[in-house]
């Protein structure tokens, strides 16, 4: 997301080999928020750490081996506050559906980038489009929907797309 492989791969594609735009920020010193540190949200913590970046972590239980490693827990409210890149790295229960929703993204930093590779009913998709079209998400990294099973792992091209929020959602740059 960052350093915009999506749209630099378009570009090559179309014999573009311009870098205007592809940019990202660096990340060193920047705070990243982890939600969810079982395996792989504990391999993502230690990376983000030898990006030198702070990370935040929250989970119900905590791994004490990152505790170690200097990997700060804290509490969702701090990591909401705090972070510059929040990513999901959770399970889907009842208590974490939807949770990321409209009042957690307004504890959010302006302009924070926003990763769920864990599952998608973890994020209000609604919330999401209502904080990218503010700017209060500045980036987000998906590769789950909350409505995933009507479009995932089908071939729907040459088709129109039905669900009008996956239509938005792709729409944003």
């Given at each position: 997301?960052?350093?915009?492989?999506?749209?630099?791969?378009?570009?090559?594609?179309?014999?573009?080999?311009?870098?205007?735009?592809?940019?990202?920020?660096?990340?060193?010193?920047?705070?990243?928020?982890?939600?969810?540190?079982?395996?792989?949200?504990?391999?993502?913590?230690?990376?983000?750490?030898?990006?030198?970046?702070?990370?935040?972590?929250?989970?119900?239980?905590?791994?004490?081996?990152?505790?170690?490693?200097?990997?700060?827990?804290?509490?969702?409210?701090?990591?909401?506050?705090?972070?510059?890149?929040?990513?999901?790295?959770?399970?889907?229960?009842?208590?974490?559906?939807?949770?990321?929703?409209?009042?957690?993204?307004?504890?959010?930093?302006?302009?924070?980038?926003?990763?769920?590779?864990?599952?998608?009913?973890?994020?209000d998709t609604h919330a999401i489009i209502q904080?990218?079209?503010?700017?209060?998400?500045?980036?987000?990294?998906?590769?789950?929907?909350?409505?995933?099973?009507?479009?995932?792992?089908?071939?729907?091209?040459?088709?129109?797309?039905?669900?009008?929020?996956?239509?938005?959602?792709?729409?944003?740059?």
């Amino acid at each position: 997301i960052n350093r915009k492989i999506h749209k630099a791969y378009n570009r090559v594609r179309e014999q573009n080999f311009s870098l205007n735009g592809l940019l990202g920020t660096n990340i060193y010193k920047k705070t990243v928020g982890i939600i969810g540190t079982g395996n792989i949200g504990a391999v993502f913590c230690r990376m983000m750490k030898a990006l030198g970046t702070e990370v935040l972590a929250y989970d119900i239980y905590k791994n004490e081996q990152l505790e170690a490693e200097g990997i700060r827990y804290v509490e969702l409210e701090e990591l909401f506050t705090k972070s510059d890149i929040i990513s999901l790295h959770c399970p889907l229960t009842p208590d974490t559906m939807h949770l990321i929703n409209e009042d957690t993204i307004s504890k959010m930093k302006d302009g924070v980038m926003l990763i769920n590779t864990s599952r998608g009913k973890l994020i209000d998709t609604h919330a999401i489009i209502q904080g990218l079209r503010a700017k209060k998400i500045g980036a987000l990294g998906i590769d789950v929907y909350e409505q995933e099973e009507k479009v995932f792992f089908r071939d729907i091209s040459g088709t129109i797309l039905e669900d009008e929020r996956l239509q938005l959602l792709t729409s944003f740059p």
